[in-house]
């Protein structure tokens, strides 16, 4: 039977992917949705390629131009936020979560109640409401599969095992482009640089918070949200190769490794198959030429950001959506040039303490509402921040 399928956030980098994985085996699958932004040229021609029901924008402004690309087609061209939420209420079985930002939160909570599988790559939705999507998901008989390269290995490590036998969960890290540089430069280190991956290809703004290990943070986080790890049992090791993407340490001493080339075809195309395996694309390793893997301690000063995830984790409550919205509101200023590579950690800092001082992230419970509201209240603490902070 043909596996109906939608694809959320379709022209990104996790959803380019996911489209030349399914396009290697169009004949499986009964295309419903796909959704993009701004890049119109890309959306209409994936929609034709795999002969989608319907193409959205998030952006009304670009339905002219989409319906225009999709003239003669058959496919609905539909804009805006209210129309990508109708088309996630397209029964599916299978649906990808890659849109980036909190504005990927709610298609994937409405999917899950199809009752499928959600292939989930938006962690800022996990960071931020983890429990309401697991909820969400138990009540509907739906699964969460992560696509997350770390996350995507853990879940492969513990098939088969009893998770109360978990001890412990090593999240490696490549280190991002800095992981060599003198501590004392890191200050002065300009957009560009930060803009380059040693290992992965990644759109920009997880490349630089891969530099400053935002991403891993949040990657800590996500860890504790989709598997009910504690805090503690969470470790988190630089291993610059980014060959063995995590490790599940168990009572009895051993550890059971996920290892993979760097490529997010793997974590992609094993959430599409999921329960069976199927052959993709993605080199296969040497290791006779790899040589060796190397590991190291993440430096607290070189990575604040470590230790701000574990401080969110602490507050519990909707600390996940203040910091979501604070890391986001920081990267902006840098990118923008109104602030330095290291000032981020400080101007995340100072919102998570505005945000604790209230008790604001305590303000009720876990919901849609309540997300949004500390989305803002945050942003809000963080435009402060920032413009008392600029030059
Ligand atoms: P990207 O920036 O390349 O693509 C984002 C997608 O979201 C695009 O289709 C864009 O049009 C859409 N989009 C942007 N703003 C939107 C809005 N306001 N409303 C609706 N759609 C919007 O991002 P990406 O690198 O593909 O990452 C997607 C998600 O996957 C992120 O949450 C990211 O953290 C996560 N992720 C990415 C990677 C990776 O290798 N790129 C790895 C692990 C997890
Ligand atoms: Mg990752």
């Known amino acids: 039977m043909l596996r109906r399928i939608s694809i959320f956030g379709v022209t990104g980098s996790i959803g380019q992917s996911t489209v030349d994985l399914i396009k290697r085996d169009l004949q499986s699958f009964d295309v419903v949705a796909l959704s993009g932004g701004r890049n119109i040229a890309q959306l209409a021609q994936d929609a034709r390629d795999l002969k989608a029901e319907i193409a959205v924008t998030a952006f009304e402004e670009y339905l002219p131009e989409l319906t225009a ?129 040693p290992n992965w290809d990644m759109g920009q703004r997880i490349t630089i918070d891969s530099a400053s290990m935002f991403n891993k943070a949040m990657e800590v986080i996500e860890a504790k949200e989709l598997f009910d790890f504690s805090p503690d049992q969470i470790e988190v090791l630089i291993h610059p190769q980014s060959i063995i993407h995590a490790m599940v340490g168990f009572n009895d001493g051993g550890l059971m490794a996920h290892v993979g080339p760097a490529d997010m075809r793997h974590a992609i195309g094993f959430a599409l198959h999921w329960p069976d395996r199927k052959a993709l694309p993605v ?9 060796q893997f190397e590991f190291r301690d993440p430096c607290d000063q070189r990575y604040p950001a470590l230790r701000l995830a574990r401080d969110v984790m602490d507050s519990g409550g909707l600390m996940g959506a203040g910091f979501t919205a604070a890391k986001d509101a920081a990267l902006d200023a840098f990118i923008s040039g109104r602030c330095g590579f290291m000032d981020m950690a400080g101007i995340v800092e100072n919102v998570l303490s505005m945000l604790s001082r209230n008790n604001e992230h305590k303000m009720g419970e876990l919901t849609l509402e309540n997300i949004r509201v500390t989305d803002q209240l945050a942003q809000k603490y963080a435009a402060d921040v920032i413009s008392a902070h600029a030059p």
């Not at 890659?98 to 899950?112: K, N, T």
């Not at 080199?283 to 040589?291: M, P, S």
């Open 283 to 291: 080199e296969r390793l040497d290791f006779a030429r790899i040589g």
């Open 69 to 197: 690309a999709l003239a003669g087609s058959g496919i609905e061209p539909a804009a805006g936020s209210t129309a990508l939420l109708e088309a996630a209420d397209r029964p599916t079985d299978w649906v990808m979560s890659a849109i980036v930002g909190l504005a990927g939160f709610e298609p994937g909570l409405r999917a899950l109640r199809h009752g499928g599988t959600l292939a989930l790559a938006n962690k800022e939705s996990l960071v931020s409401a983890g429990a309401l999507l697991r909820a969400e998901a138990l009540r509907y008989g739906a699964t969460i599969l992560p696509v997350d390269s770390e996350h995507s290995a853990i879940f492969q490590a513990l098939m088969g095992e009893d998770i109360s036998a978990v001890e412990r969960v090593i999240i490696t890290a490549s280190g991002g482009a800095f992981r060599d540089w003198p501590l004392e430069d890191l200050a002065g280190a300009s957009l560009s640089q930060a803009s380059s991956h």
